[in-house]
């Protein structure tokens, strides 16, 4: 199917595990990104990538590593997962800059860490 | 840089009533302009933008929105909203020129919720 998917729905993992969060859209499109939603906080950019194999930091990068050896693969790894990581994640694609269409979302991963 | 401010956090309205969410950036170059709408256990879907022409743009359900680049505003209208209206909504800009690598800037959300 087209589209942009998120895997898995949901996700609880113990402190300290390690824990990845894929990302997979059939479009092609250069640029992808990793978003953290927190109620009060919006939407937080966490990581980037304008195309394979180049990835840039957001504005809450610590604590996760990402990868782009595809470019329609996009996974998103939590190294040592804590309490303050629990929230739900998107990721979003877009075929290029500057943003005239926006973004398309995935449907998100609900990430517990107890 | 970019930023975006929702002011208000939470807006509750009686079911067909008019609504106005609120939407103020700053800038230092040209923007394009989003509305996001997220319904419960949903990823965010895209409303209506604003890239040039005219400053009144329209969603398919009704919501229309209007750029004002004299008060760097981008305010969400709806003349009667439905129940199903209920849901988290996001303004965000992206750079025009190009330049900001990083995509769209969101802001924080509003929760518009419908009251019978």
């Known amino acids: 199917d087209a589209g942009i998917t998120q895997s898995p729905r949901y996700k609880i993992t113990e402190t300290g595990r390690q824990v990845t969060l894929m990302c997979h859209q059939t479009w092609s499109h250069s640029y992808m990104f990793w978003y953290r939603q927190d109620l009060g906080h919006g939407l937080r950019l966490i990581y980037y990538?304008?195309?394979?194999?180049?990835?840039d930091k957001g504005e809450v990068p610590d604590g996760y590593v990402v990868s782009r050896s595809k470019t329609e693969n996009f996974p998103l790894t939590l190294e040592s997962a804590t309490r303050s990581q629990t929230s739900v994640y998107f990721c979003?694609?877009?075929?290029?800059?500057?943003?005239?269409?926006?973004?398309?979302f995935g449907s998100g991963t609900r990430l517990t860490v107890v | 840089a970019q930023s975006v401010t929702q002011l208000d956090s939470q807006v509750p309205v009686f079911e067909e009533a008019p609504v106005e969410l609120r939407c103020n950036y700053s800038?230092?170059?040209?923007?394009?302009l989003f509305w996001y709408v997220q319904y419960p256990n949903q990823g965010l879907q895209l409303l209506l933008k604003y890239l040039s022409g005219s400053t009144l743009v329209e969603s398919i359900n009704g919501f229309e929105a209007e750029f004002n680049k004299s008060q760097t505003s981008f305010h969400l209208r709806k003349p009667s909203v439905h129940i199903s209206d209920t849901a988290e909504y996001f303004c965000?800009?992206?750079?025009?020129?190009?330049?900001?690598?990083?995509?769209?800037?969101f802001g924080k959300g509003t929760h518009l919720i419908i009251q019978p």
């Open positions: 800038s230092s170059v040209s923007v394009y």
């Open positions: 965000a800009v992206s750079d025009r020129t190009g330049g900001g690598a990083d995509g769209l800037t």
């Open positions: 979003a694609s877009s075929p290029g800059q500057p943003i005239r269409g926006g973004y398309t």
């Open positions: 990538s304008a195309a394979a194999d180049i990835t």
